[in-house]
């Protein structure tokens, strides 16, 4: 058992904070929000993520997991400190750190004995290095401490999975006192031996980076070969499946749609093409993949344009405003990001989410909001599906294409077989598989 805070109480913090109490651990959650704080303590969730609740309820009832506002008593009454506070990106698409620089200010100022600062949330390679400096110059006495980095890699809708069972854990450290506290923190994963990876902070903080922008990359590539397929005659799902049983290739991450989303991939993809040209270093490829990206969208916008016969007066159904299913988040969602296009092209927009209704409401007002996918389709001109929720996997067709005024579906995740819409009489569109106006 070791006694843990982990600092800033958001996505990432609350799922390490939660998982490493179901170790075993004595955690405390430590936030400057006071109504998150209050809301936690009465275990309401902010934000929906899938079995967190669960974990949070149960180690809470144990007095495994506690939540507080102040930093100082965390610093005072742990030794490992987990930096999970928010690094959003500022207006040039750099990771704004004043958050977690001043988390380090504070941190330096109330340390009396021996502390190990583990950065987790996604920063900028060289971070760990400025809060080591950070926390040198403001410390009050002169206490040891370590710094580390611990990258996250969970994804939203699977991340208690994702930290239970994870692909590897990267550990960087610059000691081998904090390499061996940190390892031992992770040790329950030996049992179901998870790789560790141990390496120097700076290289861990790049893998985060590397692997994000890779994942990036691949749903790029893929959808650029659907763009092809579509000018070919080709079909992306197959294509994928013939690359993906290449191991060296693999299945994963090789489904075309409208475009990545979130708020990692295109978010770490651009901090890190602006960090490398910082260091000196031009990435072609990571820009390339923010090119394609944008003009994913642009290419799934026109093939809705083309599917209703123009915009103007015309009301599109949308289904899915998260940026993947199983989240609420609709941040950089490309269901969101497009629907914004064909508004401002003069269309009326319904729309129905599962999950994502108040967070779209925010930052698409202008929208009619449905309470179910066939409200959606009541007098609208196409039908649009820009998340593969599991419920419009296998929606009554029959009673959709009565309320569309016409049968027009543009499935942009390649959810439906098209044979068998067209036999029901469905336009259907689909992204890369056969003709554009097959
Ligand atoms: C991503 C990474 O997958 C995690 O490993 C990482 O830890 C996390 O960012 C992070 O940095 O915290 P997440 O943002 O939750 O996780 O979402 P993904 O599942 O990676 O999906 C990203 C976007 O790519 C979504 O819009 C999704 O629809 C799209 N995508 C993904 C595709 O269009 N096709 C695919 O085959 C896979």
């Known amino acids: 058992m070791r006694r843990i805070a982990i600092i800033g109480a958001g996505y990432v913090g609350l799922v390490t904070g939660a998982c490493f109490a179901d170790f075993g651990n004595e955690v405390t959650c430590v936030d400057s929000d006071e109504d998150r704080i209050a ?40 030794d490992i400190l987990f930096i999970t506070v928010g690094t959003p990106a500022n207006r040039s698409g750099e990771a704004d750190l004043s958050g977690v620089k001043g988390v380090a200010r504070e941190i330096a100022a109330h340390m009396k004995s021996y502390k190990l600062i583990v950065q987790k949330s996604t920063v900028p390679v060289g971070t760990g290095a400025l809060v080591r400096q950070i926390v040198n110059r403001n410390r009050k006495r002169k206490v040891a401490f370590d710094v580390a980095s611990n990258p996250e890699f969970l994804r939203e809708g699977s991340a208690v999975e994702n930290f239970m069972r994870p692909d590897r854990v990267v550990i960087g450290t610059w000691t081998a006192k904090a390499e061996s506290i940190l390892s031992e923190v992770y040790a329950p994963l030996y049992l179901i031996e998870t790789p560790m990876v141990k390496t120097s902070v700076e290289t861990a903080e790049l893998i985060k980076y590397a692997s994000n922008a890779f994942l990036a990359t691949k749903v790029s590539f893929i959808n650029e070969m659907a763009r092809l397929c579509e000018a070919l005659g080709a079909d992306v799902q197959v294509v994928a499946k013939g690359m993906g049983l290449d191991r060296r290739i693999g299945p994963k991450f090789l489904h075309a749609g409208p475009g990545i989303g979130g708020s990692c991939l295109p978010k770490d993809t651009t901090a890190l093409v602006r960090f490398a040209a910082d260091a000196g ?113 296998r929606l009554d067709l029959a009673r959709i294409k009565k309320l569309l005024t016409k049968p027009v579906m543009i499935d942009c995740r390649n959810i439906y077989v098209p044979a068998e819409l067209k036999t029901m009489g469905f336009k259907y569109h689909c992204i890369g598989r056969g003709s554009r106006h097959s």
């Open 281 to 393: 270093c031009e990435l072609k490829i990571p820009k390339a993949v923010l090119r394609i990206n944008r003009a994913q969208r642009e290419f799934v916008c026109e093939k809705i344009v083309e599917a209703v016969g123009g915009l103007r007066g015309k009301q599109i159904g949308v289904l899915g405003l998260s940026f993947k299913p199983e989240t609420d988040d609709v941040r950089e969602s490309p269901g969101v990001l497009i629907s914004k296009m064909l508004l401002g092209r003069g269309a009326r927009i319904k729309a129905f989410d599962p999950a994502a209704m108040e967070t779209a409401r925010a930052v698409l007002p202008s929208a009619e909001y449905c309470s179910s996918a066939y409200q959606v389709c009541e007098g609208s001109d196409a039908l649009v599906i820009f998340t593969e929720w599991n419920e419009f996997r």
């Open 39 to 78: 809301a936690l303590k009465r275990l309401e969730m902010p934000f929906y993520e899938p079995g967190l609740l669960d974990v949070v309820a149960r180690n809470c009832s144990e007095k495994r997991l506690i939540f507080k506002t102040s930093l100082k008593e965390a610093v005072d009454e742990n």
